[in-house]
């Protein structure tokens, strides 16, 4: 399929409040498998205020960020010739949905989706950019299954503005749910019968996404993130931000003998994640025709490292629950290093250039209306 992608050499590029990341893959022969090896791998980090939940508010130095990584100004990179991109869409500022058409595969229309969305946006049709996937369907069947995906147009234009200013033609604007998805689910597995919980912890923010049936169900923002424990710890220890990080990141979700109140301030915070999981656990249950049991919760992101995390969900929510791991989709893993710590921050950006470099446009349609 990847030997077909018009787009030579396409990237996948993650926009984050804090950071930005580039992966770069390429195609490569392994006993008529679908593997990939790593070409660029490139990340860094912004500072607080140039964009918040997910909006860009001072775009100048945002692009000059991206053209450091893109090896166009400073020095430290090589640069990156190809102007093809996929980049993400903030979670905060998206929408998808799996919505059933009673039409049939072949006779499948624009005007049809469109039609159907409507009733299900939370933003005005005119005002939205609106991209589509077919799930299952055949040219048999009268039903079609259509994943959804919709952003403002206002938020889409800023962030295909930006990627434009530094010269780069962006293919695609993914949901970062999306990306998430498929990195963190084996493209080659069998699923039928069990469900996958993704929780994606994040510096600023979280998401909870639901793959069952073979597609993406359900994604739900939670209000739980790394910034959020950090400041609890240095709230209840009165220290200052820089030491309650380092606190965070030695300690995780373990008592410190010198901190006696270090577990306490974290564990409130944890306390809440796990609220908020089985609220959106029991409203996929209770709001979803034909679920199956969530048997594993997967985790990414960078606060996913947090010490003793695992054993916490695990118990709390009596599902097993243990760190993803990103690369798995790309490569025989005798042909890379794994680094767990580095990676589980990757997701996004890796599941951006999975889809960059296959055909980014195979079987998704993206509408403006």
């Known amino acids: ?15 984050g409040d804090l950071s930005i990341k580039l992966v770069q893959l390429a195609p490569v022969s392994f006993y008529h498998k679908q593997v990939f090896k790593i070409k660029e791998l490139r990340t860094t980090p912004l500072p607080p205020g140039l964009i918040v939940n997910g909006e860009i508010q001072q775009p100048e130095p945002v692009r000059k960020k991206i053209l450091h990584l893109l090896g166009k100004e400073g020095e430290g990179f ?4 190809s102007p093809w991109v996929v980049a993400s869409l903030p979670e905060p500022k998206t929408f998808f949905k799996l919505i059933d058409v009673d039409i049939n595969y072949e006779a499948l229309t624009s005007v ?13 049709l005119e005002d939205t950019y609106l991209d589509w996937q077919v799930i299952t369907g055949t040219v048999k069947e009268k039903n079609t299954q259509v994943l959804i995906s919709a952003t403002p147009k206002i938020i889409a234009d800023s962030y295909t503005y930006l990627l434009e200013s530094t010269g780069l033609n962006p293919i695609v604007l993914e949901a970062e749910a999306v990306a998430i998805a498929r990195t963190m689910i084996t493209y080659d597995k069998d699923y039928t019968g069990e469900a996958r919980a993704i929780l994606d912890l994040g510096a600023t923010r979280s998401n909870l996404t639901i793959y069952d049936n073979n597609s993406i169900q359900f994604s739900t923002t939670l209000n739980f993130s790394g910034e959020i424990v950090t400041s609890a710890i240095a709230q209840e220890l009165k220290i200052e931000h820089a030491r309650a990080e380092s606190l965070k990141i030695k300690n995780g979700l373990t008592y410190d003998e010198k901190h006696p109140k270090y577990l306490a301030a974290v564990s409130g915070i944890a306390d809440k994640l796990i609220a908020e999981i089985k609220t959106a656990l029991t409203f996929y249950k209770e709001h979803f025709d034909n679920t199956n049991d969530i048997n594993r919760i997967t985790l990414c992101g960078g606060t996913a490292n947090m010490e003793n995390i695992e054993t916490f969900l695990s118990k709390e929510l009596k599902i097993p629950a243990q760190a993803g791991h990103p690369w798995k989709n790309l490569e025989n893993k005798k042909l890379y290093e794994f680094e767990p710590k580095r990676s589980l921050s990757l997701a996004s950006a890796i599941g951006l250039a999975l889809r960059a470099t296959q055909n980014p446009l195979l079987n998704h349609r993206h509408e403006d209306f």
């Open 78 to 81: 090589k640069p990156i010739r």
């Open 112 to 124: 049809d989706i469109a039609y159907q969305a409507k009733k299900h946006l939370p933003y005005e």
């Open 1 to 15: 399929m990847f030997l077909h992608n018009p787009f030579y050499d396409a990237f996948g590029l993650d926009i």
